[in-house]
């Protein structure tokens, strides 16, 4: 940008050359490999939430499975989609789940911390991405324990299902997982975003967080409308079904399922756009 | 200390009318509390609705792909129209007994706050359970029943066998909430004792869905599952309000189901005043 500030300049200008914005993101990688170094650290002070994040977890997952070996005790299948099948689905919903929760923790608190108390403003003043800095300042390390269960039962699923997915679908698995994850952070970025408008006091998350849970079944349980909505509106359907329905539901799901990528960037850029827009809203509080 | 030279506090000395009027304020303060957050409670309808829709297409996706054959309508001893009120009832009614007891206490006494409830002539328990059904008399206005306009148009309720059992489902889900204030309060004295105790109430969160039967009918697992969830009090939170709705409990049962939820409902109160007595005697606060 070539405006120059009639103000005195208390920063030196940086440099805009080819070789800086080559470093750029060289030297802010660094940064947040800094920032995760240090939060294992404050984390590791406390190695007993970790236990007893993952004895929650484990519990989680237990009565999820019961739930459904219950209903499977009384039916062979779901609408067509059999036992193996639907914790392959649940298996594989755990991995984007855990990426999310990996990095999301600082989106829920959002609002409190960094606008109504005001921290917002000493992550403006830092040169780095502030989206950026918000995701790496805390991790939510419950996330790694959804990552390897996840792996476990869908590994476990995929085995008793005789799959045989090839190289690409082991190349494939990150991608969607990846491309999954990014569904659930633009979903909720954009949630986030929302508190620049208005203070978040009306509690958009929670209902929507309470959808994933029923997006770990495959959406053909659905009505039409709601499935719709799923695929079109709130895209949870592309967070667990859908992906994984490249590995279990045969030919016909192939396609949709490669389409998960375009859906996780789509959403992540509009979550994304909403959060630019709002922080060029922000006006600090002050305090 | 040295008793000699301490002046002796006063033992709080209350007629019963006083002590009914101090926790009715408590319950009335609750109340207006509330309401001036109502705002939240209407993203919450819609929480509670997505609970029941996706439960209602998940039965309904079982009961379609169950085996031919006689017995075949019925899953777990319910038909599909039963299985439908079981999840509306269920969740509805988790909308009212739910509160945040465990929450709040040992957000309180790992904060150091507690020292303010303990220096008032009063009991804490009694005064969150006042509190709970100040809560109670709230939701039951304005969450319950909204949900319950939003959810029986769009899914289908329906009635109980008998008119009656609507007034018997009300006061069990109103033992319900007792009960459940009981266990959440019981939970939030562990704080007293355990360093981090948000990782122990989000267990219990995740827990109390399934041994409470919201989840699944109990009915739906093998014997043993339910000959135990049976000498739980869980059940008693959930499972056994909704039964009564269905009409599953008739005639001498029904007393024995709500005699048995009123018994839990003491016995946790007193089991929750005796626990209090002993964390209380080993609490240190930090200064601040």
Same mark, same amino acid.
């Given at each position: 940008?070539?405006?120059?500030?009639?103000?005195?300049?208390?920063?030196?200008?940086?440099?805009?050359?080819?070789?800086?914005?080559?470093?750029?993101?060289?030297?802010?990688?660094?940064?947040?490999?800094?920032?995760?170094?240090?939060?294992?650290?404050?984390?590791?002070?406390?190695?007993?939430?970790?236990?007893?994040?993952?004895?929650?977890?484990?519990?989680?997952?237990?009565?999820?499975?019961?739930? *459904?070996?219950?209903?499977?005790?009384?039916?062979?299948?779901?609408?067509?989609?059999?036992?193996?099948?639907?914790?392959?689905?649940?298996?594989?919903?755990?991995?984007?789940?855990?990426?999310?929760?990996?990095?999301?923790?600082?989106?829920?608190?959002?609002?409190?911390?960094?606008?109504?108390?005001?921290?917002?403003?000493?992550? *403006?003043?830092?040169?780095?991405?502030?989206?950026?800095?918000?995701?790496?300042?805390?991790?939510?390390?419950?996330?790694?324990?959804?990552?390897? *269960?996840?792996?476990?039962?869908?590994?476990?699923?995929?085995?008793?299902?005789?799959?045989?997915?090839?190289?690409?679908?082991?190349?494939?698995?990150?991608?969607?997982?990846?491309?999954?994850?990014?569904?659930?952070?633009?979903?909720?970025?954009?949630?986030?975003?929302?508190?620049?408008?208005?203070?978040?006091?009306?509690?958009?998350?929670?209902?929507?967080?309470?959808?994933?849970?029923?997006?770990?079944?495959?959406? !053909?349980?659905?009505?039409?409308?709601?499935?719709?909505?799923?695929?079109?509106?709130?895209?949870?359907?592309?967070?667990?079904?859908?992906?994984?329905?490249?590995?279990?539901?045969?030919?016909?799901?192939?396609?949709?399922?490669?389409?998960?990528?375009?859906?996780?960037?789509? !959403?992540?850029?509009?979550?994304?756009?909403?959060?630019?827009?709002?922080?060029?809203?922000? !006006?600090?509080?002050?305090? | 200390? &040295?008793?000699?030279?301490?002046?002796?506090?006063?033992?709080?000395?209350?007629?019963?009318?006083?002590?009914?009027?101090?926790?009715? @304020?408590?319950?009335?303060?609750?109340?207006?509390?509330?309401?001036?957050?109502?705002?939240?409670?209407?993203?919450?309808?819609?929480?509670?609705?997505?609970?029941?829709?996706?439960?209602?297409?998940?039965?309904?996706?079982?009961?379609?792909?169950?085996?031919?054959?006689?017995?075949?309508?019925?899953?777990?001893?319910?038909?599909?129209?039963?299985?439908?009120?079981?999840?509306?009832?269920?969740?509805?009614? @988790?909308?009212?007994?739910?509160?945040?007891?465990? @929450?709040?206490?040992?957000?309180?006494?790992?904060?150091?706050?507690?020292?303010?409830?303990?220096?008032?002539?009063?009991?804490?328990?009694?005064?969150?359970?006042?509190?709970?059904?100040?809560?109670?008399?709230?939701?039951? +206005? +304005?969450?319950?029943?909204?949900?319950?306009?939003?959810?029986?148009?769009?899914?289908?309720?329906?009635?109980?066998?008998?008119?009656?059992?609507?007034?018997?489902?009300?006061?069990?889900?109103?033992?319900?909430?007792?009960?459940?204030?009981?266990?959440?309060?019981?939970?939030?004295? +562990?704080?007293?004792?355990?360093?981090?105790?948000?990782?122990?109430?989000?267990?219990?969160?995740?827990?109390?869905?399934?041994?409470?039967?919201?989840?699944?009918?109990?009915?739906?697992?093998?014997?043993?599952?339910?000959?135990?969830?049976?000498?739980?009090?869980?059940?008693?939170?959930?499972?056994?309000?909704?039964?009564?709705?269905?009409?599953?409990?008739?005639?001498?049962?029904?007393?024995?189901?709500?005699?048995?939820?009123?018994?839990?409902?003491?016995?946790?109160?007193?089991?929750?005043?005796?626990?209090? &007595?002993?964390?209380?005697?080993?609490?240190?606060?930090?200064?601040?």
């Amino acid at each position: 940008m070539e405006r120059v500030s009639p103000g005195p300049v208390l920063l030196p200008r940086r440099e805009g050359g080819l070789r800086r914005r080559l470093r750029e993101p060289a030297r802010q990688a660094s940064i947040f490999v800094a920032y995760f170094a240090q939060f294992v650290k404050s984390r590791l002070a406390y190695r007993v939430d970790f236990l007893v994040d993952m004895t929650a977890n484990l519990l989680s997952l237990g009565i999820q499975l019961l739930v *459904l070996a219950a209903l499977f005790d009384k039916v062979e299948s779901l609408r067509g989609w059999s036992y193996d099948q639907v914790l392959f689905i649940y298996g594989f919903s755990l991995l984007p789940l855990g990426l999310f929760n990996l990095v999301s923790v600082n989106l829920y608190g959002f609002s409190e911390q960094y606008i109504i108390e005001g921290d917002f403003d000493r992550i *403006l003043l830092r040169p780095i991405n502030p989206l950026a800095q918000i995701l790496c300042s805390s991790f939510g390390t419950g996330g790694l324990n959804e990552l390897v *269960l996840g792996g476990a039962v869908t590994v476990y699923a995929g085995t008793r299902l005789g799959l045989a997915p090839g190289l690409a679908g082991y190349a494939l698995l990150p991608l969607l997982a990846v491309s999954a994850a990014l569904v659930y952070t633009g979903v909720f970025l954009g949630l986030t975003a929302l508190s620049f408008w208005m203070e978040d006091r009306l509690g958009l998350a929670p209902p929507v967080y309470n959808v994933i849970r029923f997006s770990r079944y495959p959406v !053909t349980i659905f009505s039409p409308l709601v499935r719709l909505l799923l695929t079109f509106v709130l895209p949870f359907a592309w967070v667990a079904f859908y992906p994984a329905a490249w590995y279990v539901g045969g030919p016909q799901w192939e396609r949709v399922a490669l389409l998960t990528p375009v859906v996780g960037g789509l !959403t992540f850029g509009l979550g994304y756009l909403t959060w630019v827009r709002g922080v060029r809203r922000y !006006t600090s509080t002050g305090s | 200390m &040295n008793g000699a030279t301490a002046p002796a506090l006063p033992r709080w000395r209350r007629g019963p009318a006083a002590t009914a009027g101090l926790y009715l @304020r408590f319950m009335r303060l609750a109340f207006l509390k509330m309401l001036a957050y109502r705002l939240r409670y209407y993203t919450g309808v819609v929480t509670y609705t997505i609970f029941v829709a996706g439960n209602y297409f998940l039965f309904t996706a079982v009961y379609a792909s169950r085996p031919e054959g006689a017995e075949a309508a019925r899953l777990g001893g319910l038909t599909l129209s039963q299985m439908i009120a079981y999840v509306i009832v269920s969740w509805v009614g @988790r909308s009212f007994t739910f509160n945040n007891i465990d @929450r709040t206490l040992s957000w309180q006494v790992s904060k150091g706050e507690i020292a303010v409830q303990l220096i008032k002539p009063l009991h804490v328990q009694t005064m969150m359970l006042s509190e709970a059904l100040g809560e109670a008399a709230f939701r039951f +206005l +304005l969450f319950t029943l909204p949900i319950l306009v939003v959810v029986i148009p769009l899914f289908g309720l329906a009635p109980p066998p008998h008119p009656a059992l609507y007034g018997w489902t009300l006061l069990s889900f109103l033992l319900a909430l007792v009960v459940n204030a009981q266990i959440n309060f019981l939970v939030g004295c +562990l704080a007293f004792h355990l360093k981090n105790v948000s990782g122990v109430v989000r267990a219990k969160m995740i827990m109390m869905e399934f041994l409470t039967g919201v989840l699944v009918p109990f009915t739906f697992f093998p014997d043993w599952v339910q000959v135990a969830v049976a000498w739980l009090p869980f059940q008693a939170v959930s499972y056994v309000p909704v039964m009564i709705y269905l009409g599953q409990r008739p005639g001498a049962s029904l007393a024995g189901a709500l005699l048995l939820q009123a018994a839990w409902a003491l016995g946790l109160f007193v089991l929750g005043r005796w626990s209090w &007595n002993r964390s209380v005697r080993h609490v240190t606060l930090q200064g601040g």
